[in-house]
């Protein structure tokens, strides 16, 4: 199994930027495709951006051109860059590593607070 720990989350105002960081507790990026969620009070938790073992890149449409995702494999981190938030970008944002062929498929964080609000 796979310990996931977000940092980052905090109040920004509409137009700003924050940075998301989850740090794995092993080395699992060769083989875990990396994703950020996020939920929002009374909705259903839902992809924002994914990064697979090879790179590949997918994003929400409600953030593509604002926000990107990428690794830094010596750290074992993932970072989800979030610029010119939006109020309706406000929810708790979770990372999650997940892979088809392992024991435990899908591994999640504990959670950060994004807050988008004047």
């Known amino acids: 199994q796979v310990q996931l720990v977000e940092s980052g989350g905090g109040l920004v105002q509409p137009g700003g930027s924050l940075r998301l960081s989850c740090t794995a507790s092993k080395s699992i990026f060769s083989i875990y495709t990396m994703g950020w969620y996020r939920q929002a009070p009374g909705k259903q938790r839902d992809l924002v951006a994914a990064?697979?073992?090879?790179?590949?890149?997918n994003y929400a449409d409600s953030v593509k051109g604002r926000f990107t995702i990428s690794r830094d494999n010596a750290k074992n981190t993932v970072v989800l860059q979030m610029n010119s938030l939006k109020p309706e970008d406000t929810a708790v944002y979770y990372c999650n590593a997940f892979c088809y062929t392992c024991s435990v498929r899908s591994n999640w964080g504990q959670g950060t607070q994004v807050t988008v609000s004047s």
């Open positions: 990064l697979t073992s090879g790179g590949s890149t």
